[in-house]
């Protein structure tokens, strides 16, 4: 039987062949965009964890120096305005001043610009220090990547020791 298969004359019809090649068509798309967004999918995770990481070192490095920080260690606060985009306080201990925020679109931590982890991350103009109160500082950071511009938006509150006498013998009154 299988020998007058190959022994006979009849072949694929053009019909079956253009319909075989449809098929197949339309299965090699199908496999291609798959792939094709798998890949698209995880460059887009593997950026935003690139972000990630950066966002999570240098708010680490944020906590170590607000900590310890008080209110009555504070000498001047450069905070963003309608005519400056810098963001920073200059803490003063001693004779010794040292600044801590954003400056020139870097992170400036205790008079020592923090390197990034990544040079494809870069800190967005957008990122600053904004006082809630005396005692209180939000920290809005905005990292984006150069060459897709992908943004990551982080907000923390740091809550700094009010050590003024003031506001000391005021609750030890009540």
């Known amino acids: 039987m299988q020998n007058k298969f190959i022994r006979s004359n009849n072949g694929l019809t053009l019909v079956e062949l253009l319909a075989t090649l449809t098929i197949l068509s339309f299965i090699g798309i199908v496999i291609y965009s798959v792939l094709f967004n798998g890949i698209r999918s995880y460059e887009r995770t593997m950026e935003e964890t690139k972000l990630r990481d950066e966002a999570d070192y240098i708010m680490a490095n944020f906590i170590d120096e607000f900590f310890t920080l008080k209110v009555s260690d504070i000498d001047i606060k450069q905070l963003p305005n309608e005519t400056n985009n810098l ?56 990292l984006q990547t150069k060459d897709t511009k992908r943004k990551l938006e982080l907000t923390s509150i740091f809550n700094i020791l009010d050590d003024r006498k003031e506001v000391n013998q005021n609750a030890f009154n009540k």
Do not use: C, H, R, W
């Open 87 to 142: 963001s920073y306080i200059t803490i003063k201990k001693g004779t010794e001043e040292k600044q801590l925020g954003f400056k020139d679109g870097k992170v400036v931590l205790i008079n020592k610009e923090l390197e990034p982890l990544d040079s494809n991350v870069e800190l967005s103009n957008e990122s600053k220090i904004i006082a809630t109160n005396e005692s209180e500082y939000m920290v809005a950071l905005v």
